[in-house]
């Protein structure tokens, strides 16, 4: 069984689909794949290997190869679909959906949908978004920011600052993702998508303060509903006892759901401007990722230098 779902309902508004079955109740159907299927062997009743949990899309080649005889004919290809329990059928390009498709539908208590979209769009477009809500996920103690385009995590121990670093981030123009509690989904191998959950959705908890409505202070331009995970600033007390890095050649990463994350450990002190270091991060890391590494660059120097001297 599945860890996650959605329900249709939400598909439904997310694509603007058309409902040609008012009549089926969609609060019971949930979708837990990530893939939809166009059928082509299963209209010729061949089942094998068939995933009943898929979302079935018929495009112009099927619908025009169901009507070559008769729609009825048509029609009873269909219902071995229907049979097997499938979340739901849609219909694209405009297709006109036949009574008799719709009639099954309602028999079955399966929604039979509509889309003018193009079908290799629409199973892109649903495939991206199933991939997002139904992606495993984790929930990480921390502040998910966007700054200049990369999204940053801050993390460390309660009280260490990260929520007044954000704010002081936000006053500079930069948006917040989500405060406190940030989930993360791993959408893809290499890709995970952080966002805030529902309840705490663009607020930000101040110590002596409260709570504060981040959208409500500074615009809606000062948030964003999820971004990519791209950089992990982790804040701790500064420790004379502890060597930090001061030149930046190894990067170091921490992992999450099986993905390595670039991470920096910042130490805090008295007079440090946090939201500057992390700027100034983001922006290394940005060039970094464009194929530029300071630290490279002074080593090449230094080692340039020290060749010259040997002649």
Same mark, same amino acid.
């Given at each position: 069984?599945?860890?996650?779902?959605?329900?249709?309902?939400?598909?439904?508004?997310?694509?603007?689909?058309?409902?040609?079955?008012? +009549? =089926?109740?969609?609060? %019971?159907?949930?979708?837990?794949?990530?893939?939809?299927?166009?059928?082509?062997?299963?209209?010729?009743?061949?089942?094998?290997?068939?995933?009943?949990?898929?979302?079935?899309?018929?495009?112009? =080649?099927?619908?025009?190869?169901?009507?070559?005889?008769?729609?009825?004919?048509?029609?009873?290809?269909?219902?071995?679909?229907?049979?097997?329990?499938?979340?739901?059928?849609?219909?694209?390009?405009?297709?006109?959906?036949?009574?008799?498709?719709?009639? &099954? @539908?309602?028999?079955?208590?399966?929604?039979?949908?509509?889309?003018?979209?193009?079908?290799?769009?629409?199973?892109?477009? !649903?495939?991206?978004?199933?991939? !997002?809500? &139904?992606?495993?996920?984790?929930?990480?103690?921390?502040?998910?920011?966007?700054?200049?385009?990369?999204?940053?995590?801050?993390?460390?121990?309660?009280?260490?600052?990260? /929520?007044?670093?954000?704010?002081?981030?936000? %006053?500079? @123009?930069?948006?917040?993702?989500?405060?406190?509690?940030?989930?993360?989904?791993?959408?893809?191998?290499?890709?995970?998508?952080?966002?805030?959950?529902?309840?705490?959705?663009? &607020?930000?908890?101040?110590?002596?303060? @409260?709570? !504060?409505?981040?959208?409500?202070?500074?615009?809606?331009? /000062?948030?964003?509903?999820?971004?990519?995970?791209? &950089?992990?600033?982790?804040?701790?007390?500064?420790?004379?006892?502890? +060597?930090?890095?001061?030149?930046?050649? +190894?990067?170091?990463?921490?992992?999450?759901?099986?993905?390595?994350?670039?991470?920096?450990?910042?130490?805090?002190?008295?007079?440090?401007?946090?939201?500057?270091?992390? +700027?100034?991060?983001?922006?290394?890391?940005?060039?970094?990722?464009?194929?530029?590494?300071?630290?490279?660059?002074?080593?090449?120097?230094?080692?340039?230098?020290?060749?010259?001297?040997?002649?």
């Amino acid at each position: 069984m599945a860890l996650y779902s959605v329900g249709i309902q939400k598909l439904i508004d997310h694509m603007d689909l058309t409902v040609c079955t008012p +009549e =089926v109740d969609l609060s %019971k159907i949930k979708i837990t794949h990530t893939d939809v299927n166009r059928p082509a062997l299963q209209l010729t009743g061949f089942f094998d290997y068939f995933d009943n949990e898929r979302i079935q899309v018929i495009g112009h =080649v099927e619908n025009l190869y169901m009507h070559q005889s008769s729609e009825d004919e048509g029609t009873e290809m269909l219902r071995p679909l229907f049979e097997r329990g499938i979340p739901g059928l849609v219909y694209c390009r405009g297709i006109e959906v036949p009574e008799s498709v719709i009639a &099954l @539908g309602n028999e079955y208590h399966i929604p039979v949908l509509a889309t003018t979209r193009s079908t290799t769009s629409f199973i892109a477009e !649903v495939t991206r978004w199933l991939n !997002v809500e &139904l992606a495993p996920r984790i929930s990480i103690h921390g502040v998910l920011i966007n700054v200049y385009g990369e999204g940053v995590l801050i993390t460390g121990e309660s009280g260490i600052g990260k /929520s007044e670093a954000a704010l002081e981030l936000i %006053k500079r @123009g930069h948006r917040l993702v989500s405060d406190d509690v940030v989930e993360l989904r791993r959408v893809s191998a290499v890709t995970l998508i952080g966002m805030a959950p529902d309840v705490t959705r663009h &607020l930000i908890e101040l110590r002596g303060i @409260g709570i !504060v409505d981040v959208k409500s202070l500074f615009g809606v331009a /000062s948030v964003m509903s999820s971004q990519t995970l791209d &950089l992990v600033i982790n804040l701790s007390e500064y420790d004379r006892d502890v +060597e930090y890095d001061r030149l930046g050649l +190894e990067e170091k990463h921490i992992e999450y759901m099986g993905i390595q994350v670039p991470c920096h450990n910042i130490p805090i002190r008295p007079g440090r401007n946090v939201a500057i270091i992390v +700027e100034s991060a983001a922006i290394n890391h940005r060039q970094k990722k464009l194929g530029y590494n300071a630290a490279e660059e002074l080593y090449r120097r230094v080692t340039q230098n020290l060749q010259l001297d040997l002649e």
